[in-house]
Each structure stands twice: as structure tokens, then as C-alpha cells.
């Protein structure tokens, strides 16, 4: 079992950054695809980005040109750079990574936006 916990979230004004960071209880080799969801209140859990093995990205298209998700070391394995950021970016943001055939969540960081 992996325990995954995410960091980074905090409160910021619009127009600021913060980086997440997901590091894992023990290392992650191989991941197939990591990514990161957030959850607004009232909301479904969403897709923000993704990471392929390859390399490939995927973004929300409202993340898209603000946000870049990168993958790190088998201990912390995937980060998500945020800019730009805006009050409709607000939520409880998730570390996703699945491994052979599991799928593994952090806790999730609060991440608030003020206007």
C-alpha cells in the first residue's frame, strides 16, 4: 500500500502561483499515468492534469496555459506548477497516480484564491 500526501496548497491572491507536490510513503516505479483532480464545494471531483509513462500531458481546458504538471523522482512523483491563478480555481486539489492497476489518492490540499 501507498500512502500518497500532497503539499503546497495554501491561500493566494488572483494572479499569484503555487506549486503542489505529491510525495509517496514508499517508491512508485513505473507509474502508468499520474495526475492531479481538485473538488470545489457542491462540485465533482475533476480532472486538472495528467501525465502519461511517455511523457504525455492532458489539461483541462481551463487550466490550460496557466497550469504545467511534471513528473519527479519515485518518491515524489508528480507536481503541478500553478499560475495565474484565479478565484474559480479554488478547490481541494488530489495526487492521482496509477501503478499496476491500482489507483492511489492523497488526502488533497486545500487551495484557496482570493479575488
Known amino acids: 500500500q501507498v500512502q500518497l500526501v500532497e503539499s503546497g496548497g495554501g491561500l493566494v491572491q488572483a494572479g499569484g502561483s503555487l506549486r503542489l507536490s505529491c510525495a509517496a510513503s514508499?517508491?512508485?516505479?513505473?507509474?502508468?499515468?499520474m495526475g492531479w483532480f481538485r473538488q470545489a464545494p457542491g462540485q465533482q471531483r475533476s480532472l486538472v492534469a495528467s501525465?502519461?509513462?511517455?511523457?504525455?500531458?492532458n489539461y483541462a481546458d481551463s487550466v490550460k496555459g496557466r497550469f504545467t504538471i511534471s513528473s519527479g523522482s519515485a518518491k515524489n512523483p508528480v507536481y503541478l506548477q500553478m499560475n495565474s491563478l484565479t478565484p474559480e480555481d479554488t478547490a481541494v486539489y488530489y495526487c492521482?497516480?496509477?501503478?499496476?492497476?491500482?489507483?492511489?489518492w492523497g488526502q488533497g490540499t486545500q487551495v484557496t484564491v482570493s479575488s
Open positions: 501525465i502519461s509513462t511517455g511523457g504525455r500531458t
Open positions: 514508499r517508491s512508485i516505479f513505473s507509474p502508468l499515468v
Open positions: 492521482h497516480v496509477g501503478v499496476r492497476g491500482i489507483d492511489y
